[in-house]
């Protein structure tokens, strides 16, 4: 069971560029979230997706966007990047969009925007 | 918003039991309590979940007063492997999303 995997692991992107960084999980989860985490610090909500074909702004959505065509899949894209994006992104998955719901997460993507 | 507050760091060595304390003043009626570990260079990881009193699992245990505004994870016997960042989170109030609120952790090293 892969659980969730995320692309790519990590890169290295011009500012002003769009990219979108993928999600996919194998657990049949109606919920998925995007974090980001800066050097030390703890994690900020991004988006979020109850069930599939719904979507919600978290704590930090500007600069960012998502779609949620699938059960699965959970693609976040950053329409043109700016070096203050530059963070680790981790995607995570819930059974339930509650909040005692245990999150799964991704093993995150690391994004240097230059 | 319900936040929590815990130590920035703490340190202990191979063998003994470290316990971490949250507080949460603000917990609503229906919000739990979770506590995740983060490995460097990983996602975070699920180790316990509590509403009331204590809650024990095969990794940790969990003390829950009855008032609730606090929490103490409790890591019996840590190893070096345990070092890593450990968050406290309480839900959002009843009919949010699962919107954890992730706050900068607490930095445990253990030492040999």
């Known amino acids: 069971i892969a659980g969730i995997t995320q692309a790519p692991t990590s890169q290295i992107l011009a500012a002003g560029r769009r990219m979108t960084l993928r999600c996919t999980q194998d657990m049949r989860h109606n919920a998925m979230y995007w974090y980001r985490q800066d050097l030390g610090l703890g994690l900020r909500l991004i988006h979020y997706s109850n069930t599939a074909g719904t979507t919600g702004k978290g704590e930090v959505p500007d600069g960012y966007s998502v779609s949620r065509a699938n059960t699965d899949d959970f693609p976040l894209t950053l329409a043109s990047a700016v070096p203050s994006q530059t963070s680790v992104y981790f995607c995570?998955?819930?059974?339930?969009?509650?909040?005692?719901?245990?999150?799964?997460f991704g093993p995150g993507t690391r994004l240097t925007v230059l | 918003l319900a936040k929590t507050t815990q130590p920035i760091s703490m340190d202990s060595y191979e063998g003994q039991e470290v316990n971490i304390t949250c507080s949460h003043n603000?917990?609503?009626?229906?919000?739990?309590i979770t506590w995740y570990q983060q490995f460097p260079s990983q996602g975070p990881r699920f180790i316990i979940q509590g509403y009331k009193t204590k809650v024990t699992n095969e990794v940790a245990s969990l003390f829950i007063p009855a008032d609730r505004k606090s929490s103490t994870l409790s890591l019996p016997r840590v190893s070096l492997s345990d070092t890593a960042v450990y968050y406290c989170l309480v839900g959002d109030p009843p009919g949010g999303y699962n919107k954890l609120i992730f706050g900068a952790g607490t930095r445990l090293a253990v030492h040999p």
């Open positions: 995570a998955s819930s059974s339930k969009p509650e909040s005692a719901d245990t999150q799964y």
């Open positions: 603000n917990i609503a009626t229906n919000d739990y």
